[in-house]
Nanobody, 123 residues
Framework: QVQLVESGGGTVQAGGSLRLSCAASGRTFSNYAMGWFRQAPGKDREFVASINQNAGITRYADSVKGRFTISRDNAKNTVYLQMNSLKPEDTAVYAC????????????????WGQGTQVTVSS
């Protein structure tokens, strides 16, 4: 059982930047690929980005490619999401999750989830 806790959410102006962090408990963090998902009001939860166990491979949704960067520090049991050039449509609750493979983009492929953190981008 892995416990995940997100932090770093808040309100920013359009065009601004924000970095989210996801801290994992336990001593097996490096065994999991990690992903970020988001859910806006009235919409399904959608894939944002993922990273493999050793941080050598990443994957991004087309909507955030070139603006967001996922990274991880296994020594700190933490995964990050750097968000630049934020747009109002990026407003959502962002949650981190763990899976067996970075390639997975389906919600059902992720075993462990954090509670999420609110990101609001004002215009």
């Amino acid at each position: 059982q892995v416990q995940l806790v997100e932090s770093g959410g808040g309100t920013v102006q359009a065009g601004g930047s924000l970095r989210l962090s996801c801290a994992a408990s336990g001593r097996t963090f490096s065994n999991y690929a990690m992903g970020w998902f988001r859910q806006a009001p009235g919409k399904d939860r959608e894939f944002v980005a993922s990273i493999n166990q050793n941080a050598g491979i990443t994957r991004y949704a087309d909507s955030v490619k070139g603006r967001f960067t996922i990274s991880r520090d296994n020594a700190k049991n933490t995964v990050y999401l750097q968000m630049n050039s934020l747009k109002p449509e990026d407003t959502a609750v962002y949650a981190c999750a763990g899976s067996s493979n970075y390639y997975y983009t389906s919600v059902k492929s992720y075993l462990y989830w954090g509670q999420g953190t609110q990101v609001t981008v004002s215009s």
